[in-house]
């Protein structure tokens, strides 16, 4: 079975600082896909970026970048230049290639952007 | 514009009471699904459906029914079997035909007991 683990229940940040965020998986797959969603207080579920295991480039979205570690089954989220429209709950979330109960969630970490 | 939508926001159920949310979308995707998510912790899979007139079971399917009558409708429903119904419900929705069958989500509907 998959599991994704985020060790981080809470985190804070100053606002315009750079912030990780944590996560780490296990599976025996070698093709995956790797996601972090975010969960603003209106409890909206938004992807924030995602990741193929197959390309080692980490993937970036504007302020928000990942270093993906396979060997390590690592995937951690970094958000430059915080602003406090981040604050939120983030998962990590990991999805098998194939079936569709395939996507499996970790218990999020709560960020909160200080002003 | 392209979405999902979930209504209503917040329901209450009483004691011994079936209560019905609705899932709607029109990204034209395939599959739908049904999470739960309770405080402390991430969201868990209670259906999922991959086309329509047919429908599987998640890890917590117990206490809960769905249909998928149409490709654009996934209503759950929360039977009183389900003892512990209180949660925040999320419906999602992807496209198997997609490379990464990305999920996306609803807004969410709040279940209380009263």
């Known amino acids: 079975a998959q599991t994704v683990t985020q060790s981080q229940p809470e985190m804070s940040v100053q606002e315009a600082e750079t912030v990780t965020l944590s996560c780490t998986y296990d599976?025996?797959?070698?093709?995956?896909?790797l996601f972090w969603y975010k969960q603003p207080p209106s409890r909206q579920m938004i992807l924030v970026i995602r990741?193929?295991?197959?390309?080692?480039q980490n993937a970036t979205e504007n302020r928000f970048s990942v270093n993906f570690q396979k060997a390590a089954k690592s995937f951690s989220l970094k958000i430059s230049d915080s602003q406090l429209g981040d604050t939120a709950m983030y998962f990590c979330?990991?999805?098998?290639?194939?079936?569709?109960?395939?996507?499996?969630f970790g218990t999020g970490t709560r960020l909160t952007v200080i002003p | 514009d392209g979405g999902i939508t979930q209504s209503p926001k917040y329901l209450f159920r009483k004691e011994g009471q079936n209560v019905t949310l609705s899932c709607e979308q029109n990204?034209?995707?395939?599959?739908m699904y049904w999470y739960r998510q309770d405080p402390g912790q991430g969201l868990r899979l209670i259906y999922y459906?991959?086309?329509?007139?047919?429908?599987q079971k998640g890890d917590i399917a117990e206490g809960y029914s769905v249909s998928r009558e149409k490709k654009e409708s996934f209503p759950l429903t929360v039977t009183s079997a389900q003892k512990n119904p209180t949660a925040f419900y999320l419906c999602?929705?992807?496209?198997?035909?997609?490379?990464?069958?990305?999920?996306?989500f609803g807004p969410g509907t709040r279940l209380l007991v009263l």
């Open positions: 459906s991959q086309i329509v007139n047919d429908f």
């Open positions: 990204l034209n995707h395939d599959a």
């Open positions: 999602a929705s992807s496209d198997l035909a997609a490379l990464q069958e990305t999920q996306y």
């Open positions: 599976t025996s797959e070698n093709n995956y896909y």
């Open positions: 990741q193929e295991a197959y390309k080692q």
């Open positions: 979330a990991f999805m098998k290639p194939t079936g569709a109960n395939n996507l499996f």
